[in-house]
């Protein structure tokens, strides 16, 4: 005993389409959509439209109102975040700038290094001119009192010549 099949519904093909070419429209398909003409075929009935929104927004709405929550408080949490990131780049900041002055006074310390080396230098050189101008002043005035006592000792010299030298008698 076979059970026959029930028909196809309308549009759906149930052999071998071999007559059918391409670009040829099916037997017993419509171009329509199968939304069309719903609303003229289905009355609507005001109260089972506002049940099925409420049961709709009862079945969805806690839901969004949890996402809108968890996305409130990401939001909130991003926001102090940002401002904990902001807090810590400030902070990197302030090392960076006390890494820089920590520089500068190492480097002021070597400069200053420098500048007291060079104060040394300067003091040494100073005392060593300061010697070296007395002994120089010495040596001149060594100098000159040899000049004169060489002065003197020519003069000396020549009045002796002098006084050695013949004079001719004076006649009377």
Do not use: W
Not at 32 to 60: K, Q
Not at 65 to 86: F, G, W, Y
């Amino acid at each position: 005993m076979s059970v026959p099949e029930p028909p196809p519904p309308d549009g759906v093909l149930t052999g071998p389409s071999d007559s059918l070419e391409a670009g040829e429209p099916t037997p017993g398909l419509s171009d329509t959509s199968p939304d069309e003409g719903l609303i003229e075929d289905f009355p609507v009935d005001d109260r089972a439209v506002e049940h099925l929104v409420g049961g709709l927004l009862s079945h969805y709405l806690p839901d969004l109102q949890r996402s809108k929550r968890a996305l409130q408080e990401l939001t909130q949490n991003q926001v102090v975040l940002l401002d904990t990131l902001e807090q810590e780049i400030s902070k990197f900041k302030e090392c960076h700038s006390m890494l820089d002055i920590n520089a500068l006074f190492t480097e002021a310390k070597h400069y200053h290094a420098k500048l007291v080396t060079i104060r040394k230098e300067m003091l040494l050189l100073h005392e060593k001119t300061s010697k070296l101008k007395k002994r120089a002043l010495k040596l001149q005035q060594k100098r000159q009192r040899e000049e004169l006592e060489r002065e003197q000792q020519r003069e000396k010299e020549f009045e002796r010549e002098k006084q050695l030298t013949a004079k001719p008698a004076k006649r009377t």
